[in-house]
């Protein structure tokens, strides 16, 4: 099992930005993708960034690209959403993911452990 606690979100103005952190806990995760994910109200939940196991290769989804970066620190079981640039569509809960396997994942189905997820709110 792997526990993962999202935190770092809030209330941010347009164009501001955000670090979200995610601690993973339990079985190690550091052979493990990891994602980030968001549901907006009303929304099916989206994919929004991937990193393979040693932080080697990401993927990010086309409205964040250029945007948001993630990173990961395997020493601190630890993985990082930089925002920058937010948009009030940024708007969503947020979701950190542990993945089955150890290169990047874009299907939700692809991730067996999942956070509970942290508020993300962009002002216009």
């Known amino acids: 099992q792997v526990q993962l606690v999202e935190s770092g979100g809030g209330l941010v103005q347009a164009g501001g930005s955000l670090r979200l952190s995610c601690a993973a806990s339990g079985r190690t995760s550091s052979n493990s993708a990891m994602g980030w994910f968001r549901q907006a109200p009303g929304k099916e939940r989206e994919f929004v960034a991937t990193v393979n196991w040693n932080g080697g290769r990401t993927y990010y989804a086309d409205a964040v690209k250029a945007r948001f970066t993630i990173s990961r620190d395997n020493v601190k079981n630890t993985v990082y959403l930089q925002m920058n640039s937010l948009k009030p569509e940024d708007t969503a809960v947020y979701y950190c993911?542990?993945?089955?396997?150890?290169?990047?994942?874009?299907?939700?189905?692809?991730?067996?452990?999942w956070g509970q997820g942290t508020q993300v709110t962009v002002s216009s």
């Open positions: 993911a542990c993945a089955a396997g150890s290169g990047v994942g874009l299907a939700p189905g692809q991730y067996d452990y």
